[in-house]
């Protein structure tokens, strides 16, 4: 493992020490490794990270888990025992960055707290990861991602809530969880730079509900934005995402300027609507998406997807084909840009993973590698934070150390 940061692996020599459970923390360490540092995945004994058992899974590891785990080393340690605490402040005595997302408290609570972390190494960037924050009357309550998606306004937008009451309805896939991930991981190496200049850490405050209430809010909550009495409201810009279903297959699209509403209208035989004042500029469409949506869709319908994909293409509209799980590693432009890799891991067999999306210094990277067994590095771990072979086999026969 080269400690020498280069364009494509700038985060090289650096040191993270991940203490999480499930997605959030576990995917922005993921992301940290993808650029080169080297990340320690500190798990309970028992069971380790519950989402190893969620989803498909292969020899007891779940694709989920691998998918937010590639690179990383397993250190499966009990937090209640003397040396296991010890273990902790010595790999963030090492550390560059410290990641967890337990409840506020609970980390002091095991000995492990910012103060303590921070105070065996002050040049550590400790992140702590919450559902709902520090302060409030709910910040000491559990969370997930879906609870999040209520809380934070999410499931209203799915059920259409601008016109009023909504059939709450949750994104089906894991959203707020992993928009916090990516806000960990910009914090932590924003506290990086930050650290070059001052010399010192510091300890960094996240929580789901705020990152996704400020990832939504853009779009989202443009109509909640502006109080004043003269504000002209109009819908939400996701009130035009709706698909296009073609005779033979369904589209997505987006048209705004005037030369794509007079390409679409030619393509369904509907020009007589360009003399239509309502709809003769963007504020105007805007102003009535629920009745031009209708009309675009019921002009589709009529056509084949090659008829609508081929006069969009021609008129320079933002367009693309629906692709579903089963279709989208076959898309040609997926494959283009290289967006997939598949590969063997001795513990999962064959699969297939997203390579690394940032392309530094223009070169496509890869991220080929194994998520870790359940404490298949703990002994090794152990020894390089300086703890005796006998103590090592002591705590492994008292149960407070699963070494695979």
């Known amino acids: 493992m080269s400690t020498t940061p280069t364009a494509e692996k700038p985060l090289a020599g650096l040191k993270v020490v991940e203490m999480s459970t499930m997605i959030t923390c576990a995917l922005a360490a993921m992301m940290l490794r993808a650029q080169g540092a080297e990340v320690v995945k500190v798990e309970p004994v028992l069971m380790g990270d519950p989402m190893r058992y969620v989803g498909s899974q292969k020899n007891g590891q779940s694709a989920l888990f691998h ?3 590639r ?3 397993s250190l499966a340690i009990d937090l209640k025992h003397e040396n296991g605490v010890e273990a902790v402040k010595r790999l963030a005595g ?3 960055i410290m990641l967890n997302n337990y409840r506020p408290g609970v ?3 095991l000995g492990v707290g910012a103060d303590v972390v921070r105070g065996v190494n002050p040049r550590l960037v400790n992140i702590s990861v919450t559902g709902f924050g520090t302060i409030g009357p709910m910040a000491s309550r559990p969370a997930y991602d879906h609870v999040i998606q209520g809380i934070s306004g999410l499931t209203g937008m799915q059920g259409g809530d601008y016109e009023g009451d909504a059939d709450y309805d949750f994104i089906k896939m894991l959203i707020c969880d992993k928009v916090t991930a990516y806000t960990v991981a910009q914090a932590a190496t924003a506290a990086l730079v930050a650290r070059a200049s001052t010399g010192e850490g510091q300890h960094i405050d996240i929580s789901m509900l705020h990152a996704c209430l400020a990832f939504m809010w853009p779009d989202g909550m443009m109509s909640h934005t502006l109080h004043d009495d003269d504000v002209i409201d109009m819908p939400p810009m996701s009130e035009s995402y709706q698909v296009l279903n073609t005779k033979d297959g369904s589209i997505a699209c987006t048209a705004l300027s005037d030369a794509h509403w007079d390409a679409i209208l030619k393509l369904i035989q509907r020009e007589d609507l360009k003399d239509d004042a309502r709809f003769a500029t963007l504020p105007g469409r ?3 998406l629920p009745h031009i ?3 675009l869709k019921a002009g589709v ?12 293409e ?3 509209i933002p367009s693309a084909p629906c692709e579903n799980r089963h279709t989208v590693s076959h898309n040609e432009q997926v494959q283009a840009i290289g967006a997939l890799e598949t590969y063997v891991t001795e513990n999962m067999g064959k699969l297939t993973a997203p390579t690394p999306p940032v392309l530094f210094g223009g070169s496509a990277t890869s991220l080929a590698e194994a998520s870790p067994g359940h404490g298949q590095h703990s002994r090794a771990i152990m020894a390089e934070l300086g703890f005796a072979a006998d103590t090592v086999e002591e705590m492994a026969q008292k149960g407070a150390l699963l070494c695979a």
């Open 71 to 73: 690179g990383k080393r």
């Open 286 to 288: 805007m102003m009535h």
């Open 293 to 295: 949506m209708k009309v």
């Open 67 to 69: 998918n937010c785990n």
């Open 107 to 109: 980390m002091d609570a």
């Open 94 to 96: 090492e550390a560059d």
């Open 301 to 312: 319908a009529e056509l084949s997807f090659a008829e609508v994909m081929s006069a969009f």
């Open 314 to 316: 021609a008129a320079d």
